[in-house]
């Protein structure tokens, strides 16, 4: 059973950076699409990022510019680098392989 971890939340000051990772463990060694989410309080799920298994990218125009997708050295590890991060980045982001699997979350919050 495919299962997303994401790691590197945290609390950041307005114009910091942050990196989040996703790893998925119980692939079996098929590589998987990797799509980033994120949840603020009060507010729906929203799609932020993919990444898909050919390395093809796409951002929503929210984080376009400032956040940026990469694999990592580990087969399944995608990383997402958040620059120029703005109070309205402050959420609850979410990993998943587009097949139902979700991690947990991780918080990002940007405060001053």
């Known amino acids: 059973q495919v299962q997303p971890v994401e790691s590197g939340g945290g609390l950041v000051q307005p114009g910091g950076s942050l990196r989040l990772s996703c790893s998925m463990s119980?692939?079996?060694?098929?590589?998987?699409?990797t799509y980033w989410y994120r949840q603020a309080p009060g507010k729906q799920r929203d799609l932020v990022a993919i990444?898909?298994?050919?390395?093809?990218?796409v951002y929503m125009d929210s984080v376009k510019g400032r956040f940026t997708l990469s694999r990592g050295s580990a087969r399944n590890l995608v990383n997402l680098q958040m620059n120029n991060l703005k109070f309205e980045d402050t959420a609850v982001y979410y990993c998943?392989?587009?097949?139902?699997?979700w991690g947990q979350g991780t918080q990002v919050t940007v405060s001053s």
């Open positions: 998943t392989n587009g097949q139902g699997a």
């Open positions: 119980g692939t079996g060694g098929t590589l998987y699409d």
């Open positions: 990444m898909y298994t050919g390395g093809e990218t």
